[in-house]
C-alpha cells in the first residue's frame, strides 16, 4: 500500500509506516493541483493542516482507505464526505494533550504574576515592583470549555493548586474528579479563569464574544490553546480595556492562516491585532501549544499506532 504525506512530519512517522510494509511517498512542496492529480494511486493520506479534504479532492482519491491527521483539528476535512466513503479517519489528540496543558498552565501563571511584563520593563531600564504586583491562582475558580484531552490535561495539572476546577462541554458526563462540570452559565457565575479547549465548529466560532464577556460574573483571565476562530478579537478587546477580562494568554489567533504557520498575511496589521501585541496584560504564542519537542514525537508514533491496528 502506498501513502502520500503532505506535510512533513517527525522521521518516526514515516519510519514507523515503512516497518509496517508501507511505501511512503512526500508531496511537502506539491500543489493542490498536483496533488489532486495523483490522489488517485494512494491507499494513505497524512495531512495536518495545509490543504482542505474535501469532496472534490476525496471524489479522485478512489484508492483512499485511510486519512491520518498529525494532530487533533478536523475542521480542515469534510468528515461527511470521508465517512461517506467508508475511509478510516485517524487523528492523535493524545500526541500533544499534555504538551497543551503545561503550556496552558504556564500562559496562566505568567499573566497572572505579570512575568512577561515585568521581564520587558526590565530590559528597558525599569525597575517597577509595585506596578508589577501579581496575583495567586490559590483559591480561585478555573472553567474549562471542552472537556477532551487536552482540557482533561489542563485540569490535572491545576489540580496541584488549591483552586476550584469546573468544566462545560456539549457531551454530557464528561467531569471527573480534576473537574466537575456544570452548565455554561454556572461555569460564567463562579469562574475567574476561562480556558478554551474546543474544536472549531459552527458552535463555537466567535464563542467569546461581547455576549459572553458581559455574561461572566467576575472580571477573569481568558486562555485560548484550542482554534483562533472562538474568539471575536474586537471583542476580546473591548473587554480587555474596560477590564472585564484582566488578560489574555492566546496562543492562537482569528487572523491564522489555514496552515497555522502565519498570521502576518496582509500588509496593515487589524487594529485589535495591534493592540494585543502592545498590550502588557496580553501574553502571545505562535500556535505552539501543542509543539513541543516530546509532543512532535508523539504525534507521530500515535499515527503510526492507530494505523497498525487498523490494519494489522
Same mark, same amino acid.
Given at each position: 500500500?502506498?501513502i502520500l504525506?503532505?506535510?512533513?512530519?517527525?522521521?518516526t512517522?514515516?519510519?514507523?509506516?515503512?516497518?509496517?510494509?508501507f511505501q511512503?511517498?512526500?508531496a511537502?512542496?506539491d500543489?493542490?493541483k498536483e496533488?489532486?492529480?495523483?490522489?488517485d494511486?494512494?491507499e494513505g493520506?497524512?495531512?495536518?493542516?495545509?490543504?482542505?479534504i474535501?469532496?472534490d479532492?476525496?471524489?479522485?482519491?478512489?484508492?483512499?482507505?485511510?486519512?491520518g491527521?498529525?494532530?487533533?483539528?478536523?475542521e480542515?476535512?469534510?468528515?461527511?464526505?470521508v465517512?461517506?466513503r467508508n475511509?478510516?479517519?485517524?487523528?492523535?489528540?493524545?500526541?500533544?494533550?499534555?504538551?497543551? +496543558?503545561?503550556?496552558a498552565l504556564?500562559m496562566?501563571l505568567?499573566?497572572m504574576?505579570r512575568?512577561?511584563? +515585568?521581564d520587558?520593563a526590565?530590559?528597558?531600564g525599569?525597575?517597577?515592583?509595585?506596578?508589577?504586583?501579581?496575583w495567586?491562582?490559590?483559591?480561585?475558580?478555573v472553567?474549562i470549555?471542552g472537556?477532551?484531552?487536552?482540557?482533561k490535561?489542563?485540569?490535572?495539572?491545576?489540580?496541584?493548586?488549591?483552586?476550584k476546577?469546573?468544566c462545560?462541554?456539549?457531551?454530557?458526563?464528561v467531569?471527573?474528579?480534576?473537574?466537575?462540570q456544570?452548565s455554561?452559565?454556572?461555569l460564567?457565575s463562579?469562574?475567574?479563569?476561562?480556558?478554551?479547549?474546543?474544536?472549531?465548529?459552527?458552535?463555537?466560532?466567535?464563542?467569546i464574544?461581547?455576549?459572553?464577556?458581559a455574561?461572566?460574573t467576575?472580571p477573569?483571565?481568558?486562555l485560548?490553546?484550542?482554534?483562533?476562530?472562538?474568539?471575536?478579537?474586537?471583542d476580546?478587546?473591548e473587554?480587555?480595556?474596560?477590564?472585564?477580562?484582566?488578560?489574555?494568554?492566546l496562543?492562537?489567533l482569528?487572523?491564522?492562516t489555514?496552515?497555522?504557520?502565519t498570521?502576518f498575511?496582509?500588509?496593515?496589521?487589524?487594529?485589535a491585532?495591534?493592540?494585543?501585541?502592545?498590550?502588557?496584560?496580553?501574553?502571545?504564542s505562535?500556535?505552539?501549544a501543542g509543539?513541543t519537542q516530546?509532543?512532535h514525537?508523539?504525534?507521530a508514533?500515535?499515527?503510526v499506532?492507530?494505523?497498525?491496528k487498523?490494519?494489522?
Open positions: 500500500m502506498k504525506h503532505l506535510e512533513e512530519n517527525h522521521p512517522l514515516i519510519e514507523g509506516l515503512q516497518a509496517l510494509g511512503n511517498d512526500a511537502y512542496k500543489s493542490l496533488i489532486r492529480a495523483k490522489i494511486q494512494y493520506l497524512i495531512i495536518r493542516s495545509k490543504y482542505p474535501d469532496e479532492l476525496l471524489a479522485r482519491a478512489r484508492k483512499l482507505k485511510f486519512i491527521r498529525v494532530g487533533a483539528g478536523l480542515n476535512i469534510d468528515v461527511n464526505a465517512e461517506s475511509i478510516h479517519l485517524l487523528n492523535a489528540p493524545e500526541g500533544n494533550r499534555n504538551a497543551v +496543558g503545561e503550556h504556564g496562566l505568567s499573566l504574576n512575568l512577561n511584563s +515585568g520587558a526590565i530590559r528597558s525599569r525597575w517597577d515592583r509595585e506596578g508589577h504586583r501579581g495567586e491562582l490559590s483559591g480561585r475558580t472553567g470549555i472537556y477532551g484531552n487536552t482540557g490535561s489542563f485540569a490535572q495539572k491545576l489540580s496541584g493548586f488549591t483552586v476546577t469546573l462545560y462541554d456539549i457531551l454530557d458526563n467531569g471527573d474528579k480534576f473537574a466537575r456544570v455554561l452559565e454556572k460564567q463562579q469562574c475567574e479563569v476561562i480556558s478554551l479547549h474546543i474544536p472549531q465548529t459552527p458552535q463555537t466560532l466567535g464563542m464574544n461581547n455576549k459572553f464577556i455574561n461572566m467576575h477573569f483571565w481568558l485560548n490553546t484550542a482554534r483562533g476562530s472562538a474568539v471575536v478579537t474586537v476580546l478587546v473587554g480587555l480595556k474596560s477590564k472585564k477580562v484582566l488578560g489574555a494568554g496562543d492562537v482569528e487572523y491564522e489555514r496552515s497555522f504557520m498570521t498575511n496582509e500588509e496593515e496589521l487589524p487594529p491585532l495591534k493592540y494585543l501585541m502592545d498590550a502588557d496584560h496580553v501574553l502571545l505562535p500556535h505552539v509543539w516530546e509532543s514525537v508523539k504525534l508514533t500515535t499515527i499506532e492507530k494505523v497498525k487498523l490494519f494489522f
